[in-house]
Structure formats: structure tokens, C-alpha cells
């Protein structure tokens, strides 16, 4: 794996919503138009906004022919019309390589979707189509005009699971990583990885890696043994749900003791791999709505860039944007917003950006801030990290290694508290006051300790 992930933070932006693009048929646009809509230039006008983030990766979402949200996959090989064609895809990846920003693909290999060709195929020809190699498909029974009983991805009928134990589909998945990475691409979030077995990416990454040697390739995985995937499967990073989780929820039920536990658990992960990180996706709701309390915002910001991983940030959460994710039919949409044209002013925050809490100015300038001091600590990256003190709402965490240390010291109560300081001589960032030993944070406060 290339040295560039050491130092790689990412934008992470969900195309089809971010650029207004009709997500449901019933919308009046689907992906089988004709004429490319060139939506991705939206994207590309926000690129010098990542570069003022102190950010320098762009991890996209879907941006492959779908009939509707994106991971119902219909062509691996075209950019979905809904957001233009593939020269704009080389416009936007040739901008963000000009900036130094790398790029990550979205890929959805376990399943497509049900009006893929490859499956129309076999609706039409059964078991003697050319294709009936790719999905895991019961034919017993089976008579033409019949529907097809395919697997499909946990319980969306419209997901058609890929058969992952063929050939034919390792061939498929090897072609269309190649081809984009061809393309410019830097490297591939593999959507819903803990649905696959690991054997399979122990297939198709090697053969990838051939050609490309420089490419990263990070899991989503919500849940399993990490680590065992890891080792069996050669990806290089998972999705750290268990951090996610214990940062809104520890924090917002004011029980950092489960805080303490997802940071332990990530030295554990780091036996095998450095983890991706984040508090916000486009799977959940914004952390400016899971944690009700903005004064406790920062907290969860100030752990996500002082604990090793590879940090994303999800776009629209530097500006706290609201937004809470619904168990419904079009339940994402809120947290899948259009965003305007390009970034706004920062004096016309936050009345010119939908969603914005009245704190976007503070929250913008706080994530410039950590994510420099992030930049400034490089070896945060994969360092281990100790919990020195917690309480339900007080907790101290040092993390360090020989080439230095960061103590990141919470307190969500609405009292004072002196807490260890963990040898620390300077505040880096937050507010706090050292002496003999100790942090004195103000109710509701946090701060970054140093040297």
C-alpha cells in the first residue's frame, strides 16, 4: 500500500443528491436518459473548499449507471447520466489531481441492481443465459415467463445478489476496478463488504494491485470480526462503526465509559489495520442531529482527529448541517441534501446554506483548525491511544507514540473539572488551564493538549 494513505483525509459526498439529481423514477428523470444531465461540475467547483478544509481526498459515492439511489448498479462502465458522462468524470478527476486531492470510488460489487442487463438476461433465457454465471439464482422448477428466484440483498428485492463463489463475477469486479483506476481513480470503498466473503477480495485485490499497486481499498463494514476480515480478505482498512457509535451515542446519553470502549477497541484494530473513521455518512443522521447538545459538537470532532485512522468528513457536516436519517422509503433523502452551486460565503453563513445550524461559521472554522492540527501530527495516523480518565461525562485520552503525544480531554457536564493532563505543557486547541499535572476544563468544554 502507497505511503499517501499515511497522510489522505477525506470529503466524503454523496453525488446524486449533492448535485439535485431525481433519485426515484417517479422524479421524472431516470438513469436510462439519453442525453447526459453534466451535473459532476458541481462537484468540481467545490474542490477549492476541500483544499481550505485542509482536506485532500474526495470520496465519492455512486456515480455509475443505476435505476434510482446509485447501488442498484445497472453499468459498471458508464457514469450515470443523471450526472453527466465520463469526460466529466476526467474533468473532475484531472481538477482534484491538480489540487492534490485523491480520489475514492464507490463500488458496489455485492449485489446490482434488478434492471442490470447481465439479470434482464436471465429473465429472458434462464439458466442457458450467458450471464447465469453471475447471480446465485434457484432454477428449480423453473419455466419460462417464470420469475427469476435470485438472492438478493437483505430483503430488497430490487438488490440482486452477485454469486460470489464464481469466476465470471472475481473477472467482472478485477475489470471495472482496473478500468477506473485507469481512469485516475486512487482507490475503492467497497460498499457492503461484510455481506461478501472475504475470500473473494482475496481474489480480486492482488489482481488489481498488479496493475495497480498504489490503490487503497477500505471496507464498509457495520459489524464481524475485523480483524479476521481483514487478514482473510487483504483489504487494507474497514469502516470503524464502533467508534461512530460510541462517539453521538456516549456523548449524547452522557455515558463516555462506552466512549472509552470504542477507543480501546481501536488500539485492537490496529494490530491488523488503521481503520476509516468518521462521524457522519450518508447511511446515518448528522452528528449535528445525533448529539442534541452543539455545545458537545466539538467533542466528538476534537477525539475524531486526534484518534488514529483515516478520517472522513462527511459533506455538509463542517457547516453542522440537520438532518435526521428515517427507517421509510425515501428516509435518506434529508441526509442526502442538494448543495448549492458553490460553497457559500462565510459572512453569509448560515442563512445561505439549507440546513445549516446557527453554529456553521464556528463549526467550519473548528474543523480548519483540527484538521490542521491533525496535519501538524502526522503520525496520528496509527498511533495507539490511552484512556487516562473517564467518567460519564468527563474523559481524557492521550495518544501517542515516540514521535510525540496529544491528550484530547472532554467534559460534557455542567460543571468544572480537573482532570490528568497526561504530561501535557500547551493547549493546542479548546480551552483549558494546566497546572501541577492537571486540566481544568469549564463546564461543557474540551481542549487538545500538547507539547
Do not use: C
Given at each position: 500500500m502507497s505511503s499517501w494513505v499515511d497522510h489522505v483525509m477525506w470529503w466524503h459526498v454523496y453525488p446524486l443528491g449533492f448535485t439535485g439529481a431525481p433519485v426515484r423514477p417517479e422524479a421524472g428523470e431516470g438513469a436510462s436518459a439519453d442525453a447526459p444531465?453534466?451535473?459532476?461540475?458541481?462537484?468540481?467547483?467545490?474542490?477549492?473548499?476541500?483544499?481550505?478544509?485542509?482536506?485532500?481526498?474526495?470520496?465519492?459515492?455512486?456515480?455509475?449507471?443505476s435505476s434510482t439511489h446509485g447501488y442498484d448498479t445497472t453499468d459498471h462502465f458508464r457514469i450515470d447520466p443523471r450526472l453527466g458522462d465520463e469526460?466529466?468524470?476526467?474533468?473532475?478527476?484531472?481538477?482534484?489531481?491538480?489540487?492534490?486531492?485523491?480520489?475514492?470510488?464507490?463500488?458496489?460489487?455485492?449485489?446490482?441492481?434488478?434492471?442490470?442487463?447481465?439479470?434482464?438476461?436471465?429473465?429472458?433465457?434462464?439458466?442457458?443465459?450467458?450471464?447465469?454465471?453471475?447471480?446465485?439464482v434457484d432454477w428449480q422448477g423453473w419455466q419460462p415467463g417464470d420469475p427469476v428466484r435470485a438472492d438478493v440483498f437483505e430483503g430488497h428485492d430490487q438488490l440482486v445478489a452477485l454469486d460470489h463463489s464464481s469466476p465470471a463475477v472475481a473477472d467482472l469486479v478485477v475489470e471495472v476496478m482496473t478500468y477506473w483506476l485507469g481512469r485516475g481513480a486512487d482507490g475503492w470503498r467497497l460498499d457492503a463488504a461484510y455481506a461478501v466473503p472475504p475470500a473473494f477480495w482475496a481474489q480480486?485485490?492482488?489482481?488489481?494491485?498488479?496493475?495497480?499497486?498504489?490503490?487503497?481499498?477500505?471496507?464498509?463494514?457495520?459489524?464481524?470480526?475485523?480483524?479476521?476480515?481483514?487478514?482473510?480478505?487483504?483489504?487494507d482498512s474497514l469502516t470503524q462503526y464502533e467508534l461512530w457509535q460510541g462517539l453521538w451515542h456516549g456523548i449524547a446519553d452522557a455515558n463516555l465509559f462506552e466512549l472509552k470502549h470504542?477507543?480501546?477497541?481501536?488500539?485492537?484494530?490496529?494490530e491488523g489495520f488503521v481503520?476509516?473513521?468518521?462521524?457522519?455518512?450518508?447511511?446515518?443522521?448528522?452528528?449535528?442531529?445525533?448529539?442534541?447538545?452543539?455545545?458537545?459538537?466539538?467533542?466528538?470532532?476534537?477525539?475524531?482527529?486526534?484518534?488514529?485512522?483515516?478520517?472522513?468528513?462527511?459533506?455538509?457536516?463542517?457547516?453542522?448541517?440537520?438532518?435526521?436519517?428515517?427507517?421509510?422509503?425515501?428516509?435518506?433523502?434529508?441526509?442526502?441534501?442538494?448543495?448549492?452551486?458553490?460553497?457559500?460565503?462565510?459572512?453569509?453563513?448560515?442563512?445561505?446554506?439549507?440546513?445549516?445550524?446557527?453554529?456553521?461559521?464556528?463549526?467550519?472554522?473548528?474543523?480548519?483548525?483540527?484538521?490542521?492540527?491533525?496535519?501538524?501530527?502526522?503520525?496520528?495516523?496509527?498511533?495507539?491511544?490511552?484512556?487516562?480518565?473517564?467518567?460519564?461525562?468527563?474523559?481524557?485520552?492521550?495518544?501517542?507514540?515516540?514521535?510525540g503525544a496529544v491528550v484530547t480531554a472532554l467534559n460534557i457536564g455542567d460543571e468544572a473539572v480537573a482532570v490528568p493532563a497526561g504530561g501535557a505543557s500547551a493547549v493546542l486547541a479548546g480551552s483549558a488551564s494546566l497546572a501541577a499535572g492537571r486540566a481544568s476544563l469549564p463546564p461543557h468544554g474540551w481542549a487538545v493538549l500538547g507539547d
Amino acid at each position: 500500500m502507497s505511503s499517501w494513505v499515511d497522510h489522505v483525509m477525506w470529503w466524503h459526498v454523496y453525488p446524486l443528491g449533492f448535485t439535485g439529481a431525481p433519485v426515484r423514477p417517479e422524479a421524472g428523470e431516470g438513469a436510462s436518459a439519453d442525453a447526459p444531465a453534466h451535473r459532476l461540475g458541481r462537484i468540481e467547483s467545490w474542490l477549492d473548499h476541500v483544499v481550505d478544509l485542509g482536506l485532500n481526498g474526495l470520496a465519492l459515492g455512486p456515480v455509475f449507471a443505476s435505476s434510482t439511489h446509485g447501488y442498484d448498479t445497472t453499468d459498471h462502465f458508464r457514469i450515470d447520466p443523471r450526472l453527466g458522462d465520463e469526460a466529466d468524470f476526467d474533468r473532475l478527476v484531472a481538477a482534484a489531481h491538480e489540487r492534490g486531492i485523491r480520489v475514492l470510488l464507490d463500488g458496489v460489487f455485492n449485489h446490482v441492481g434488478r434492471a442490470h442487463p447481465a439479470f434482464a438476461a436471465l429473465e429472458e433465457s434462464g439458466p442457458s443465459a450467458a450471464t447465469a454465471a453471475l447471480f446465485r439464482v434457484d432454477w428449480q422448477g423453473w419455466q419460462p415467463g417464470d420469475p427469476v428466484r435470485a438472492d438478493v440483498f437483505e430483503g430488497h428485492d430490487q438488490l440482486v445478489a452477485l454469486d460470489h463463489s464464481s469466476p465470471a463475477v472475481a473477472d467482472l469486479v478485477v475489470e471495472v476496478m482496473t478500468y477506473w483506476l485507469g481512469r485516475g481513480a486512487d482507490g475503492w470503498r467497497l460498499d457492503a463488504a461484510y455481506a461478501v466473503p472475504p475470500a473473494f477480495w482475496a481474489q480480486v485485490l492482488p489482481r488489481v494491485r498488479d496493475v495497480h499497486p498504489d490503490a487503497w481499498f477500505t471496507g464498509e463494514v457495520i459489524h464481524g470480526d475485523a480483524l479476521a476480515i481483514v487478514a482473510e480478505s487483504g483489504l487494507d482498512s474497514l469502516t470503524q462503526y464502533e467508534l461512530w457509535q460510541g462517539l453521538w451515542h456516549g456523548i449524547a446519553d452522557a455515558n463516555l465509559f462506552e466512549l472509552k470502549h470504542a477507543v480501546e477497541r481501536g488500539n485492537e484494530l490496529l494490530e491488523g489495520f488503521v481503520p476509516t473513521t468518521f462521524v457522519g455518512n450518508h447511511d446515518v443522521s448528522r452528528i449535528a442531529s445525533a448529539i442534541p447538545d452543539a455545545r458537545h459538537l466539538p467533542h466528538a470532532l476534537a477525539l475524531l482527529f486526534t484518534l488514529a485512522g483515516t478520517p472522513m468528513v462527511y459533506a455538509g457536516d463542517e457547516y453542522g448541517l440537520r438532518a435526521v436519517k428515517e427507517e421509510r422509503l425515501g428516509g435518506d433523502d434529508a441526509v442526502r441534501p442538494e448543495f448549492p452551486d458553490s460553497p457559500p460565503s462565510v459572512e453569509s453563513l448560515p442563512s445561505s446554506l439549507p440546513g445549516a445550524g446557527p453554529d456553521a461559521r464556528e463549526l467550519l472554522a473548528l474543523h480548519g483548525e483540527l484538521i490542521a492540527l491533525r496535519r501538524r501530527h502526522a503520525w496520528l495516523h496509527s498511533a495507539r491511544s490511552d484512556v487516562l480518565h473517564v467518567t460519564n461525562t468527563a474523559l481524557v485520552v492521550r495518544t501517542a507514540t515516540g514521535s510525540g503525544a496529544v491528550v484530547t480531554a472532554l467534559n460534557i457536564g455542567d460543571e468544572a473539572v480537573a482532570v490528568p493532563a497526561g504530561g501535557a505543557s500547551a493547549v493546542l486547541a479548546g480551552s483549558a488551564s494546566l497546572a501541577a499535572g492537571r486540566a481544568s476544563l469549564p463546564p461543557h468544554g474540551w481542549a487538545v493538549l500538547g507539547d
